[in-house]
């Protein structure tokens, strides 16, 4: 699996989520409203979600173990911070 196009939308309004993201995949499949969100041991990604029974919010999609979540999570970053640089 190959991310071959990652798109930075910039929030502008105070708060914790910083930006939402949308990668492409190979290609052929797009996952939409990925969240860059400020925590307090600094930026992280959480995944589009919507809300289930109660309070409680299960993701939509998502990667199924860690070191995919670590790979994608480090190139939104990256792609972020290129965003908010350009931006300055």
Known sequence: MQ????RV?????E??????????IDDEFVVHDIKVIEG???LF????????????Y???????NS????RLQSMILEAYD???ATKS
């Not at 299960?58 to 199924?64: F, G, Q, S, T, V």
């Not at 070191?67 to 670590?70: A, D, F, I, Q, S």
């Open 3 to 6: 991310i071959t196009d990652i």
């Open 9 to 13: 939308r910039l929030i502008e309004k």
């Open 15 to 24: 708060g914790k989520m910083k930006a939402a993201v949308s990668i492409t």
């Open 40 to 42: 307090e041991k600094g």
């Open 45 to 56: 990604i959480a995944m589009p979600s919507r809300r289930g029974t109660g309070e409680d």
């Open 58 to 64: 299960r993701d939509i999609a998502h990667p199924i």
């Open 67 to 70: 070191e995919t979540r670590n």
């Open 82 to 84: 290129k965003a908010t």
